[in-house]
């Protein structure tokens, strides 16, 4: 299975960047193709789509999250941080069966 | 709207089954995959298989082979997983979710409660 490492926790403070990194034990692209999908998941909640396929923002979702990368490395940011944004991220790969996930990095305030 | 509903929560004995419910609203049910996603307490998420609709093909996590079992009804445009000799690892909630390589809707979750 493709293991995605995240790092557990983030702390920001609110109108700053955030940058949460994503780490695939091996590729998740196939051509320019980048099979890699970012959630955002609130207390109690249900995850959100944020980003798919790396860099493409999900319908409905605020221009200030963006993503980026390809092959092994991938990065969310947020930008300004606002007090909403405070959540669980998680990334996705859809490259190889199963779909995997990251252990999640959890976004919180300095 | 695209909606996902799910039924309620349930309170299970050990090895017993139980059939868990989405009802998908608000788009062509059998045009796109139906994926379930499992999340223990605290935990993070876990991909368990998806079902086709449109022809009922399947597949699974080897990790949930014999756990898990999807089946769905074009009629009433209802997805089903079944969860059988249940366990305390079990304990945890199962999201719907609809997508093909990403998931662009979920349901709000069911909490199954493994406990004698």
């Known amino acids: 299975d493709i293991v995605l490492t995240q790092s557990p926790v983030l702390a920001v403070s609110l109108g700053q960047r955030a940058t949460i990194s994503c780490r695939a034990s091996q590729s998740v692209s196939i051509s320019s193709i980048n099979l890699m999908h970012w959630y955002q998941q609130k207390p109690g909640q249900q995850p959100k789509l944020l980003i798919y396929?790396?860099?493409n923002l999900a319908s409905g979702i605020p221009a200030r999250f963006s993503g980026s990368g390809s092959g092994t490395d991938f990065t969310l940011t947020i930008d300004p941080v606002q007090a909403d944004d405070i959540a669980a991220y998680y990334c996705?790969?859809?490259?190889?069966?199963?779909?995997?996930f990251g252990a999640g990095t959890k976004l919180e305030l300095k | 709207q695209v909606q996902l509903q799910q039924s309620g929560a349930e309170l299970v004995k050990p090895g017993s089954s139980v059939k868990i419910s989405c009802k998908a609203s608000?788009?062509?049910?059998?045009?796109?995959?139906m994926h379930w996603i499992k999340q223990q307490p605290g935990n993070g998420l876990e991909w368990i298989g998806w079902?086709?609709?449109?022809?009922?093909?399947?597949k699974y996590n080897q990790k949930f082979n014999g756990k898990a079992t999807l089946t769905a009804d074009k009629s009433s445009s209802t997805a089903y997983m079944q969860l059988s000799s249940l366990t305390s690892e079990d304990s945890a909630v199962y999201f719907c979710?609809?997508?093909?390589?990403?998931?662009?809707?979920w349901g709000q979750g069911v909490m199954v409660t493994v406990s004698s």
């Open positions: 979710a609809r997508g093909a390589a990403h998931f662009d809707y």
């Open positions: 396929r790396a860099s």
């Open positions: 608000g788009y062509t049910f059998t045009s796109y995959d």
């Open positions: 996705q790969q859809s490259r190889e069966s199963p779909n995997t």
């Open positions: 079902i086709y609709p449109g022809n009922g093909n399947t």
